[in-house]
């Protein structure tokens, strides 16, 4: 390589975006520099995610693009769960790339990137067994007021039809006194709001002697000076238990917002799915949110067309959509992912019918979201500012329960307000986001 430049396109979740952002702060504190296409690059890393099928696809149409002069002279690398999953077949698939690493072995950055120096044209970190996290102090955040913090990574459950545990490895906790330090860290230069993440982030338990687990971390990380909204995603049911909830009661800091992926509101699927809960025990975790003091959020995944899903079962799904109300949804067709165990299951349900199925879901939810946020007309919500739609002449805010509030404030003039916490009130409601104006 001649020249230390860098090109990274990230895909799929939030911990893989945190994840880049951490490369991205080892690449630069060895002397590399950013840039903003492919071409300019020396360096191209596509951070890539296997979740679903398509969201694989990507990173190959992305090589294909730089096959042949287009990449001349430019050294490649595929990073994440692709790279995991896929390992060295990739170097065949794609023999321009050169180097193949999954995200448990980013510890091993720095070497690999001397290998690469060095004119190695084969280097992969692809080992799964590790018992360490990616903790580094160079990480270069995208946003100057929410600052992201991993606090467990991999993951030990075994969803019959998720990629996760191949691609990220045996689940693995930080010491509370690395994250309480980087949260400090993060709050004297500035954060306001924090989100710890995980694939299961309650199930996240301080590998020190103190042992605390993920609510006694919760509780800690909202008494931090100078952070004002704590979040966390995601949360697995069945590591869900109340003292959650009651740190979120005492604590203001802590968001009005919980992410519960439930995937089917049959208990049949759930336990064909290997999710380790029935539907009435997810039912009672969403009781103890339904009654707490505060109005928590609640936000789900759903999958539907598992193998074996039936009329009846999916109904169980819509039921349960009923039945919780849920702020919103993330919806999905199942997707067969290599290695899984839902891979030898019979009973496929096709293609058009999984369709048809997510439609139904959508659509049922949208009502329920018109519904819900119609009742949110006329309350006062506290938003940190996000951005400022021009053309619209509104600001984007962002409440406690996570629901995108874009407002006008006539008082404003030049102002810039990002990075603000303002009360603004909601006067018109959509499926998806609520319009108001901010008081005083
Ligand atoms: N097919 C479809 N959706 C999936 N998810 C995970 N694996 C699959 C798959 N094989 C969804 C789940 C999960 C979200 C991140 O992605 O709903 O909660
Ligand atoms: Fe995609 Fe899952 Fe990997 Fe995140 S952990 S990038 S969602 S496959």
New binding site residues.
């Given amino acids: 390589m001649t020249a230390k430049t860098f090109y990274i396109e990230t895909f799929?979740?939030q911990?893989?975006a945190h994840d880049s952002e951490k490369v991205i702060g080892t690449l630069i504190s060895r002397g590399y520099t950013q840039v903003e296409t492919p071409e300019a690059a020396g360096l191209v890393l596509y951070n890539t995610?296997?979740?679903r099928d398509k969201?694989e696809q990507k990173v190959f149409h992305r090589l294909q693009q730089f096959k042949r002069d287009a990449g001349k002279g430019k050294v490649f690398g595929v990073l994440?769960?692709v790279a995991q999953q896929e390992g060295e077949k990739i170097f065949e698939k794609a023999p321009h790339v050169s180097l193949v690493a999954g995200s448990a072995s980013y510890t091993k950055l720095p070497q690999m990137l001397v290998q690469l120096e060095q004119g190695d044209r084969r280097v992969t970190g692809l080992s799964l067994d590790t018992d360490e996290t990616f903790e580094t102090p160079f990480t270069r955040r995208d946003n100057p007021h929410r600052a992201y913090i991993t606090i467990i990574e991999g993951c030990d459950k075994s969803c019959a039809y998720c990629?996760?545990p191949f691609?990220?490895g045996p689940e693995r906790s930080r010491t509370r006194a690395s994250v309480l330090e980087e949260g400090r860290r993060l709050a004297d230069s500035g954060y306001t709001e924090i989100q710890l993440l995980g694939?299961n982030v309650n199930s996240y338990r301080d590998p020190s002697p103190a042992g605390w687990d993920f609510a006694t971390l919760l509780a800690r990380v909202a008494q931090i000076p100078g952070i004002r909204r704590v979040r966390f995603i995601t949360s697995h049911p069945r590591d869900f238990v109340k003292p959650i909830v009651d740190a979120i009661d005492s604590y203001p800091v802590l968001c009005d917002h919980v992410h519960l992926p439930v995937q089917s509101g049959s208990s049949r699927m759930l336990s064909a799915m290997d999710r380790l809960y029935t539907r009435d025990e997810y039912m009672r975790c969403i009781d103890w949110l339904k009654s707490a003091r505060r109005n928590i959020a609640i936000t789900t995944d759903i999958i539907v067309g598992f193998p074996g899903e039936t009329e009846a079962d999916f109904n169980d799904t819509l039921a349960l959509l009923d039945q919780v109300e849920y702020d919103s949804l993330f919806s999905f067709k199942y997707s067969p992912r290599p290695n899984t165990a839902a891979l030898a299951m019979g009973d496929k349900v096709p293609e058009e019918e999984k369709t048809r199925r997510l439609t139904i879901v959508q659509e049922r939810q949208r009502a329920i979201q018109i519904r819900r946020n119609a009742a949110a007309i006329g309350v006062v919500h506290e938003v940190l500012v996000e951005g400022r739609n021009q053309a619209l002449g509104q600001w984007i805010g962002r409440t406690s329960q996570n629901r995108t509030l874009n407002f006008g404030a006539d008082r404003a003039g030049d102002e810039n307000l990002i990075g603000q916490y303002l009360d603004v009130r909601v006067t018109r409601a959509g499926p998806n986001s609520l319009v108001g104006e901010s008081v005083m």
């Fill in positions: 799929g979740c911990m893989n995610c296997s979740i969201a994440g769960c990629v996760v691609t990220r694939q």
